[in-house]
Structure formats: C-alpha cells, structure tokens
C-alpha cells in the first residue's frame, strides 16, 4: 500500500514539474527535479553534505514548491497619499495696493512704508507751514507741497527750505477755502473747492490744479463743476478712482456743510465724475443720502443713509441698496473699502457731548454681506487700506493726531505713528 501511495506521489510530482520544465523528456525532468530539490536542501542546511534525495524528500519538497507556486499573490498595497493642502487664493486687487503715506506733524512730513505691518520712515522732511492744510504730491522720490489758507492755495515744489511756496490760486473776494483732496502719487494732479455764501445758500465751484513734479511748476488750474445750493452746501473733491495699472483716471466729486461732515443732518447729495483725461463733469447719480466711501476701481459706493445713522452699499453698474443694522449711532464715519473691493471698513459713534463718545469699528465682507468684525471700540477713523489686511485709521478723540495700523488678520493694532495722514502713494 506505502509503495502505491509513493508512486502516486512520485507521479504527481514528476507531472507538475514537467509541466514547469516545459515538457523536456523523462530523463531529464528527473535530473532537474533531483539537482533543484538538492540544491533546496543544502540551502536550509549550508553545512550539510551534499546527498542525493530520497523518494519521501522528493515528493515532500516538489508538493510544497508546488502549492507555494499556486498560492495567489497580493501585491504590496500603494501607500496612500498624503491630502494636498488647498492653497488659499490670492485676492484679485482692483487697483495696486498703497506703498506708502505721508504722515505730518507741525514740525516734519515722513513718508513711511509698513513691512510686515510695522512702520518705517523712509523719507523725513521739514513742514514749516504744519500739518493740518498740506496736501503732498508724490512719489516720494519727487516732493511738492499744495497748502491751502482761508485766502489762497500755495504751491512748493521740494522739501527744500529754501525754495518757497508760490500763490496758485488767490481767493479773492468773497471766494473761501472748501474742501481739499490729497493728490494721487504720480503728481499729476490735485482738487480742491472754493464757495461763496449767498443769502439764499452758497456757490461753490471745484477746482482741479495740475501739477508738473519734474519740472516744480504749478499748471493752470481747471474749474470744472460749479453749482448753487439753497442749504449752503458746497463742492467736494471726495475721491480719486484708480486704474488697474495705478493711475487716477477720474475723480469722484459729492457735495457736504464745511465743517460738518458727521453731523446726522439730512442731506441733498449728488455724486459727480470728473474724466481726468478731459476734466468733463458727470452727474452720476442724485440721493439724500450722505456718501461715506468708493471703491478705488470706482464700482462700489457706500454711504450713510439721511440723519447718518444707518451704513448701506451698493455697486454702481446695479443700484440695489444692502444696508447693515447699525449699533444706534449718532453718526457714521468716513469709511474704506480694501483694494480688492471685499473689505469695507466704517466706524459708528455713539454718546454724547456730555457723555462722551465712543467709535465702534465695523468690518463687511462684501462678497458675502456679513459682518466680520461687528463691534470693536477703537476710538479712530478708517482713512484708507494699505492690502487687503492692514487698515490705518486716524485718532480723532483726545489723541488726535496719532494714526492706528489695525491688522483685520488678528483684529488687533500692530502699530501706532504720530501725525495726520496727508496722502497716500500707490
């Protein structure tokens, strides 16, 4: 019976490995399975001595070759890889970003630049005449000064002591000073407004001055708008609009009281444009309400609505006011959008003279009309973005003359410069 089984064995494996042999003839499929199976069993056994296998070693060693070579194999599984993290997007910028602002004081205009929020003075320059009624044409590789009094506009082409200021524009008369614009970087240009009281309300016209920095001369100024206004209110250069390379293509033009911007009055405002390339007025759009801020690609608006107590915004191509709940303010401040056009920042005070007031800084994201910041006391005024996180906002309590460098990332200030914000350069 044993010798049965082991020819059964036998003939097993001699067929398996033939078949793995490739069909060699009888003698010589023995001979390999011999030489391969001696070689199996000195391998697991190095210092043995070479032998020839026995029967039993033969079927032993082939079967299990045998159902090792059938056993199916699983590849190595691939490692997974790891979750790529999603890049944030760049904010599209609807104009470059503010490089750098004049900041005044009585005795010095420093130009500073803000690396990593931080300032730092670049330019330091003597202001003899004082902060408050300077207007600084740029770049800050090239100077010049527009000062206003009560009865002229002057001009001063350097930082330069010894060259003086000359008379751009005597208001002779009746003519008073109105409202002023600080200039755009590439020193081309300036606004400014003139009015005369009337006992049936104002005349006021705007004034748009040229200025060539090379060369330190003051052009020929350009009235360009002029009304009549029974509530005495008088031209003002409000904002310049920007193109994608930087340069100012128009300038946005509204009306207000001197000396009243936040006061909760009613207001009769209408917007004007001013085409820089031809200095053609446009009236854009006529509302009571009073307007707080533009963007600087010039599509969105926002303002303060009649008695200054509620902010809503809108884009101009499409005139479908949002509003926002205000904190039950007594006014709504100068406000500023971000140069991708997302942020819109706006303080709303609240008190009273007695009490005491107090700025509650509010921050809209406009691409989803929610509130990111909704009530922060800072006890400044948002003047203008630098990006798309840093906000400067200028103190207007008992620190006045400070300016804040708020970041919308922390929602905290990151640094304070003394002085009044004069103008901007892109």
């Known amino acids: 019976m044993r010798k049965i089984f082991v020819a059964t064995v036998l003939f097993l494996v001699v067929s398996v490995t033939i078949a793995a042999c490739g069909g060699n003839s009888p003698q010589n499929n023995q001979a390999q399975v011999q030489t391969a199976v001696a070689a199996t069993l000195t391998a697991k056994s190095p210092n043995a001595q070479a ?6 070693e033969l079927a032993a060693t082939a079967v299990a070759a045998t159902l090792t070579a059938s056993a199916p194999t699983t590849a190595p599984a691939s490692p997974t890889p790891a979750p790529t993290a999603t890049p944030k997007p760049t904010p599209t910028l609807a104009v470059p970003p503010i490089t750098g602002v004049w900041v005044g004081t009585s005795a010095n205009a420093v130009f500073y630049q803000f690396p990593n929020g931080q300032p730092k003075a670049i330019v330091t320059a003597p202001n003899p005449q004082g902060a408050e009624n300077v207007q600084i044409i740029g770049p800050h590789s090239h100077y010049a000064w527009i000062y206003n009094t009560s009865t002229e506009v002057r001009t001063k082409p350097s930082f330069d002591p010894s060259i003086l200021f ?104 209408a917007l004007w444009r001013v085409d820089l390339a031809t200095f053609k007025a446009t009236q854009i759009l006529k ?26 915004w809108w884009r101009l191509s499409k005139p479908q006011p949002r509003s926002v709940t205000p904190i039950a303010p007594v006014a709504i401040t100068q406000a500023a959008f971000s140069p991708s056009n997302r942020w819109l920042a706006w303080c709303e005070v609240s008190g009273s003279f007695d009490a005491g007031y107090t700025y509650h800084l509010r921050l809209l994201d406009t691409t989803t009309g929610s509130l ?21 906002l200028q103190r207007w309590d008992s620190q006045s003359g400070t300016v804040l460098v708020w970041s919308r990332n922390s929602q905290s200030v990151v640094a304070t410069v003394s002085g009044h914000i004069l103008a901007p350069e892109r």
């Open 166 to 269: 000359t008379t751009y524009d005597h208001l002779s008369g009746s003519r008073i000073f109105g409202w002023a614009l600080g200039a755009p970087s590439n020193g081309k240009y300036f606004a400014y407004s003139v009015y005369a009281p009337k006992p049936n309300g104002a005349d006021s016209e705007l004034i748009v001055g040229t200025y060539d920095i090379q060369k330190g001369n003051a052009l020929a100024p350009h009235t360009v708008l002029k009304i009549h206004d029974d509530g005495g209110y008088v031209l003002r250069p409000f904002a310049y609009q920007f193109a994608a390379a930087g340069k100012p293509t128009a300038l946005w033009v509204t009306a207000e009281l001197t000396g009243i911007g936040d006061a909760p009055i009613a207001p009769r405002h």
């Open 287 to 312: 509302t009571d309400k009073l307007f707080r801020a533009i963007s600087p690609d010039g599509t969105l608006v926002a303002v303060a609505t009649a008695g200054g107590k509620t902010l809503s």
């Open 372 to 392: 990111a910041v909704n009530d922060q006391p800072i006890n400044a005024v948002p003047m203008l973005w630098l990006n798309d996180d840093l906000l400067l």
């Open 51 to 56: 032998h020839t296998p026995t029967v039993n």
